[in-house]
């Protein structure tokens, strides 16, 4: 069994998954976010190359050009970040997306944002040391109709940065940490033994540089904060006066958030106020906007609060039933309709679920049990709480547990050969 798994290359785990959505650099920025909310997945891909517009008019990847992955968190960190964003978020959104591209690729260092472009024969560990290797969350396979899979063509090929045969372009689908992580585990948890049974503490998985903040931070403290998170796959832990924790803001839990009053919750409320406002972020309470509206005027944001009033106008001017012929037409005219359409769940997403349901174990935890529990909250990491104070005491992500898990199944490989 060890040995049918580790034949798997990663067009194996493309299976049944779409194609990748990408944008061209002059898309505007509220125009990805419409298309972030419309999609299946939780990001879209920004291509970073005038060779992928010639040839393909931005719908599809050229060889040779950069693609950076964007999110819906990452637009929130796009405009809270920055003082002239905030002052002005309506610009913000209506500039190329290929400023905020850029701002992603540079907020996490080199790689952060980057996807890697892999041969749809690749093997799995060969994409597994891709990943690690580059410090990287994402990997780009062509969808290849009729793909001969061949043993000689087992070996990684990452795509580089500098423009290489800008002409040949093709379809991609997206893999994960995640859709590693969990295609290893559903195959077989035998195959990891007794590695699986250990504790993390003992596999030394548990990191002690976690971002967090105290619930009564001020939420724009947690920006910088958010932003490492999307570049190692985590999220911001937010802490009592205790360090117990609370809860989390996690960046695939913004999905759900229309960025427009959730970048004026960010502006305007304490961390702890923005887990609630997140929470209900589909049907605040009126007493939250108000106050949302009030700390805004007071601390002369008024363009703020002025977005985040058109975007509830334009919500509520829209036709109560989604499945109507108007109530379409109503969405694709309003970007403000568009990205407030009924957002749909998918294997990549971790929209719908409470910031205060966090994934969280003890260091004495196994590692099936955290993965379980990681998969389980389709998250890349678990908190580490002391179990007795409850107390942040540190995070175990998915690319440490990767780096494991590859060490056991080359082991494996080696002592087959």
């Not at 989604?322 to 997403?349: H, I, K, M, T, Y």
């Not at 409470?354 to 196994?366: E, L, M, Q, Y």
Request: proline share 5%; charged share 20%.
């Amino acid at each position: 069994m060890a040995a049918s798994l580790l034949s798997h290359v990663v067009s194996d785990l493309c299976i049944g998954k779409p194609p990748a959505r990408v944008l061209p650099p002059s898309t505007p920025v509220a125009a990805a976010l419409a298309a972030l909310r419309t999609g299946d997945d939780p990001f879209v891909f920004v291509v970073d190359a005038d060779e992928a517009l010639r040839h393909s008019r931005g719908k599809k990847i050229a060889a040779g050009c950069v693609v950076v992955k964007v999110s819906v968190a990452d637009v929130l960190c796009y405009v809270c970040g920055d003082a002239d964003n905030l002052s002005d978020p309506a610009a913000a959104l209506g500039r190329p997306v290929s400023a905020l591209a850029a701002a992603v690729h540079a907020g996490g260092g080199d790689h952060h944002g980057a996807a890697l472009r892999v041969d749809s024969l690749t093997s799995l560990l060969d994409a597994i040391d891709a990943l690690l290797s580059n410090d990287a969350q994402t990997l780009l396979v062509p969808l290849h109709a009729h793909a001969a899979r061949s043993r000689k063509h087992h070996h990684v090929h990452v795509s580089g940065c500098s423009p290489a045969n800008p002409a040949a372009a093709t379809d991609y689908c997206v893999l994960t940490r995640e859709d590693i992580v969990r295609h290893l585990f559903s195959y077989s948890i035998s195959l990891f033994a007794p590695v699986a049974a250990r504790t993390v503490a003992s596999l030394g998985l548990v990191r002690r540089d976690v971002h967090a903040v105290h619930a009564d931070d001020d939420a724009l403290d947690a920006i910088p904060l958010l932003r490492r998170s999307i570049a190692d796959g985590t999220a911001v832990a937010v802490v009592a006066d205790d360090d117990a924790l609370v809860g989390e803001i996690c960046p695939g839990v913004l999905g759900s958030c229309d960025i427009e009053s959730a970048s004026a919750a960010f502006a305007a409320l304490s961390a702890g106020d923005v887990m609630t406002y997140i929470d209900c972020s589909l049907s605040p309470p009126e007493f939250l906007l108000r106050s949302i509206r009030a700390q805004l005027k007071g601390r002369g944001m008024d363009a703020m609060a002025d977005l985040m009033d058109a975007a509830d106008d334009a919500a509520s001017s829209l036709p109560l039933s989604p499945s109507s012929s108007s109530s379409a037409s109503s969405d694709e005219d309003s970007p403000f309709g568009r990205a407030r359409r009924a957002r749909r769940s998918s294997s990549g997403s971790f929209r719908w679920r409470s910031t205060k349901d966090v994934a969280a174990c003890h260091a004495g935890s196994s590692l099936v049990a955290v993965m379980a529990q990681a998969l389980a909250h389709r998250v890349g990491y678990v908190w580490v709480v002391d179990e007795v104070s409850g107390a942040l005491t540190g995070v175990v992500s998915f690319a440490d547990v990767l780096a494991v898990l590859r060490e056991h199944l080359r082991a494996g490989d080696t002592q087959m050969n």
